[in-house]
């Protein structure tokens, strides 16, 4: 069962305003419900019966984040996401599911998703999962600046740039914090639990396999056709360190 965690500084947007969050779910009462808790917040809140008006809305809408149900009457929530990432690539996506299959949890993180809850849920845990994603955003501010540097690997907490050498790389929100959290204990193991509770904040089930599927992302990314930086010590976990011979 997860720790709840304290809920922090207020959340807002990079220029100042509300987070705008776009809650996506056939079921009205739910909708209505996870629209109250999220507003009490302070957050702008819209909502979407069906994958077309979802996608719609967030065109115009713009959401820092998106609480997505898995199953809707138009199509279904893994659509909806490879139709909203076309548009806004790095918007935090938390699943909704009555579905609690290990491989139904791990099919939506595989497709791009960033987390998962399964009905029931409480709405705290909910609130604290999406405001978790959020602070993993580049979308929201009161970030403190400075640069991590590992061998020829070098992030910006500011910008968010991420580069190795002279190739700027592309991430997730997710697999920033999870390269972050590397370069911050370089050589140095960590485990796959640690890992969960730094990065996720929260025990997923003691499904290290998520773990597994975001270092197998940064790996095509970071070391694709490069000396290895992230290697995995058997029985122990993972280590980042500046590549051999940089």
């Known amino acids: 069962m997860a720790t709840m965690r304290d809920t922090g500084p207020e959340l ?15 079921e009205a ?5 996870l629209s109250m808790a999220l507003r009490y917040e302070g957050w702008d809140v819209r909502t979407a019966p069906d994958g077309a008006t979802a996608v719609r809305i967030a ?19 893994l659509e909806v996401l490879r139709r909203l990432r076309g548009e806004s690539p790095e918007v935090p996506v938390l699943f909704l599911t009555a579905r609690d299959a290990v491989e139904d949890r791990v099919a939506g993180l595989t497709a791009g998703g960033d987390d998962y809850v399964t009905k029931p849920f409480s709405l705290e845990e909910l609130v604290a999962r999406l405001r978790g994603l959020l602070r993993r955003s580049r979308m929201t501010a009161a970030r403190q600046g400075s640069e991590l540097v590992v061998g020829d690997l070098v992030l910006d907490e ?13 991430l997730t929100a997710t697999e920033f914090e999870l390269l972050r959290y590397l370069m911050r204990n370089p050589k140095r193991v ?15 089930g003691g499904q290290s396999n998520v773990v597994e599927l975001y270092v197998s992302y940064l ?13 995995t010590v058997r029985g122990a976990g993972y280590v980042l360190k500046p590549a051999a011979g940089g």
């Open 219 to 231: 790996r095509k990314k970071i070391d694709a056709g490069r000396a290895p930086m992230i290697h």
């Open 158 to 170: 500011d910008s968010h740039e991420v580069r190795r050498g002279d190739d700027l790389i592309e």
């Open 59 to 77: 065109r115009e809408h713009r959401p820092d984040a998106v609480v997505l149900d898995v199953m809707l009457p138009d199509f279904d929530g």
């Open 190 to 204: 960590l485990s796959k639990a640690q890992i969960l509770d730094r990065v996720w904040n929260y025990d997923f």
């Open 29 to 33: 009462s739910l909708s209505e419900l």
């Open 12 to 26: 807002r947007r990079a220029d100042g305003g509300p987070i705008r969050v776009l809650v996506v779910d056939d």
